[in-house]
């Protein structure tokens, strides 16, 4: 946890603590929940995409983006195991567009919409009078799925870590047409005791540092069980791509061994759940490697605000 | 209703109808309301700031910055007269931004957000990889406030047509200092049976155009009954920023005339309440000038998009 943007998120979490029965999800996590009374709670989550930075036009179709601009928050849906319930758009628009650029950032939105059954409700569209890329933000709501929303703070020792899929090389193209874990997050946190959950958006050893760091653990990764893609494979460094790329959009979380053993007897889903690691006493993440020789592992993963000067 | 944003929001909402048991308000108006069962419901807006457009970083301050994007969506609470509940805010930064400009926009953020009751639960920082300009994106969830959320398309023929406060010159610097109408809003529909409303942020001309639109009736303004503001009154044509300016802020509401009556008798908040004309049969904006000459009233306020071409 050594990122700049959680150590700001740090600091303005503190200058205005949040009433824990109002709130009983805040700043820190993927989502924040809102409590509604008579038991009914609803989260939220927001997101800007900005071109340059988390796409580029000459790689990415304009439908493309706004598929993804839905799915990276329908990911923040599933990183807590909530059900989407709806989204509201904000574009900001360079000059020179119009409604064809419009309408197919709108075809990639509703298709993202469609198949998680997560409609746009609603949305602002606004025009840079001065030189700005294409700006896109989705805000988005979901609801419990019938258990309570996972966090990063629940991780235990002796807990597996977990993930969903194959880990790295998003860049190769997955970053821009991934599937949000949404039905597996669901179906992991109702067949099993999860202590802990997020989406690998930065990548596994920022991610998995974040976890450790909320919930005061460690965590020992071993680097054989790393479940590499063929993307990540592909690559000079695959060990490094599936640990620091970021944009995986897999699932990253912890639970009990016999958990995790009552949770495989009972998955059907072609998405493969692997062990890839033990939460062990202390902090920070370590990686054992295939000789056993145990290892510090840094955050190396995707800091939007490393180059700055936060703090 | 004949803006370009207008028009594209229009062409969004018939692609994919929205189930009103779902979303018994849903794209159009100022927010969209979400059914989450068991009599309750969320209300969310989004909406971004840019700069360049929406402030000038060489008259308006970081801090007034962070006020103002809170203040547009708390607007948006109140135009429906609902209760601000949360906020969640994107920063989309600039290259040389660092901790202290994030620090000030949040002191902003955060004025708005305790004088309103609504806490800051959460957000995202990003960072242009090109060049781009200061994206803040405020998406705000609020809740009924006793009574049914009021709309822009209840206006019936015979309402009166009444704003808060003086409209007009909102650019000599209100746009960055003004208060979002909340208590005044609740206070209105908890005392008397509005039809419509909303808040005037694009222009009265503009707006009043967007209720007579989506109520389907025609409305008549009484020029001298417009309250012109002092800032407007400075202007080479008072009575065009009045009715044009935008970013007024103000309430725009209709009831009938036996309601506004009974809603004078019980007001005693400092923010005057002024009939400014009537809802008619037909469609379109007329205004009645001082000689009783009627013309028609083009909506001429500000469009998010109207040197595009679109649709």
């Known amino acids: 946890m050594n990122s700049a943007e959680d150590r700001i998120t740090e ?12 709130f009983p999800i805040a700043i820190g996590d993927d989502m924040a929940q809102v409590n509604l009374g008579a038991g009914k709670s609803v989260l939220i989550t927001t997101d800007m995409l900005l071109e340059g930075t988390h796409f580029d036009l000459s790689e990415a179709s304009l439908e493309q983006v706004g598929y993804k601009s839905m799915a990276a928050s329908l990911s923040d849906c599933a ?34 919409a469609d198949k998680y059954d997560c409609p746009l409700a ?26 309570e929303p996972l966090t990063r703070k629940g991780a235990k020792v002796g807990d597996c870590i977990c993930v969903t899929g194959p880990l790295g090389g998003s860049r190769a193209g997955k970053h821009l047409d991934f599937e949000p874990r949404v039905e597996e997050a669901i179906a992991i946190a109702s067949s099993a005791k999860a202590n802990s959950m997020m989406d690998i958006s930065d990548g596994l050893s920022s991610d998995l540092a974040r976890i450790c760091h909320q919930s005061k ?31 995986d959009y897999e699932l990253l979380f912890t639970l009990p061994e016999n958990e995790f053993k ?3 007897s009972r998955w059907h889903r072609p998405v493969a759940l692997t062990c890839i690691g033990s ?7 370590k990686l054992r490697d295939s000789s056993g020789h145990i290892s510090s592992l840094k955050p190396a993963g995707y800091d939007h605000l490393s180059k700055k000067e936060i703090l």
């Not at 990183?79 to 197919?104: D, H, I, N």
């Not at 602002?124 to 419990?144: C, E």
């Not at 939460?279 to 993440?285: C, H, N, S």
Request: proline content about 6%.
């Open 79 to 112: 990183a807590m195991a909530t059900r989407p319930l709806a989204a509201v758009v904000s574009v900001g628009l360079p000059a020179g567009y119009a409604s064809k650029q419009l309408k197919q950032l709108h075809k990639g939105i509703l298709r993202a």
């Open 279 to 285: 939460i062990v006493e202390g902090r920070g993440v």
């Open 217 to 247: 653990v460690g965590a020992l990764l071993f680097q054989d069980a790393i479940p590499i893609s063929e993307a990540a494979a592909r690559t000079a460094d695959p060990l490094a791509s599936a640990l620091n790329d970021g944009e």
């Open 11 to 22: 600091w303005f979490a503190v200058q205005r603590p949040l009433d824990p029965a109002r």
């Open 122 to 147: 609603g949305g602002d569209i606004t025009s840079w009078q001065k030189n700005g890329g294409l700006a896109v933000n989705v805000a988005m709501l979901s609801v419990p799925a019938g258990c």
């Open 262 to 264: 009552k949770l495989l």
